[in-house]
């Protein structure tokens, strides 16, 4: 697609301004992400540390809700075409799911103690945020792509897609049968159960991030 299309098909100023506040916020739910792959690489270092990061958490995931309520208050001014509100908002409240699950992770962390946690469940955890991570970069990339050529950012939603199957593979296969065996040897149930809600908003970081690339893929075939 040429520049000129790819710019003919963002249409009128006010449906522009909106996909680059959602650049924006994107950005936003992308620095969310990594602050909680901090706080699960630091959840056994250091308590000071990872109090500092969970805290960097909250506060940019209330700066990423700002951006959000900026969009949806920038949607309801003026005439939009249905479609275009309508495909906005879903793009924006998928990406705002990312931000969302990773400040969840974050936060139910806190409620455990590491020493009670086996070393290959932490690695495992760090490991599957490494992937949540590496998810919403792509994301990132891909919906920077849109604003400049849809049919690449289409193309771009099949290496999101993969790398959730990576995450979720590894989740599996990998990381479940962990704490499985962890926590029959523990026989802690309440730690059990809080960090299997870790472990569930990780990968829902990357799941929500492959809905957040179907969604960018629709408004790709929609425009190429």
């Keep these: 697609?040429?520049?000129d299309k790819s710019i003919e098909w963002l249409g009128k100023p006010k449906e522009k301004r909106a996909l680059e506040l959602c650049k924006g916020h994107i950005q936003k739910i992308v620095?969310?992400?990594?602050?909680?792959?901090?706080?699960?690489?630091?959840?056994?270092k250091s308590k000071k540390e990872f109090q500092e990061?969970?805290?960097?958490?909250l506060e940019i995931e209330r700066s990423a809700d700002e951006k959000k309520s900026q969009i949806l208050k920038e949607l309801s001014r003026g005439n939009f075409p249905p479609l275009s509100r309508?495909?906005?908002?879903?793009?924006?409240?998928t990406t705002d799911d990312i931000g969302d699950n990773a400040r969840a992770a974050t936060?139910?962390?806190?409620?455990?103690?590491?020493?009670?946690?086996?070393d290959e469940v932490l690695e495992g955890l760090g490991e599957?945020?490494?992937?949540?991570?590496?998810?919403?970069?792509?994301?990132?990339?891909?919906?920077s792509l849109l604003l400049e050529d849809p049919e690449k950012a289409i193309e771009k939603t099949e290496e999101v897609e993969d790398l959730e199957?990576?995450?979720?593979?590894f989740r599996a296969n990998t990381l479940i049968p962990k704490i499985i065996e962890w926590a029959d040897e523990s026989k802690n149930p309440g730690t059990s159960y809080i960090l299997s809600e870790v472990e569930n908003n990780i990968e829902d970081v990357a799941d929500r991030t492959e809905n957040s690339a179907d969604v960018?893929?629709?408004i790709g075939i929609r425009v190429v």
């Design 216 to 218: 960018i893929r629709e």
């Design 1 to 3: 697609m040429s520049s």
């Design 53 to 57: 990061i969970s805290e960097e958490v």
């Design 107 to 118: 936060m139910k962390l806190g409620y455990l103690e590491p020493e009670k946690i086996s």
């Design 128 to 143: 599957l945020s490494d992937m949540a991570t590496n998810s919403s970069a792509a994301l990132q990339e891909t919906f």
């Design 165 to 169: 199957e990576k995450a979720d593979d």
């Design 86 to 93: 309508e495909m906005i908002i879903r793009l924006i409240l």
């Design 31 to 44: 620095e969310v992400t990594e602050a909680m792959r901090d706080s699960v690489q630091s959840f056994s």
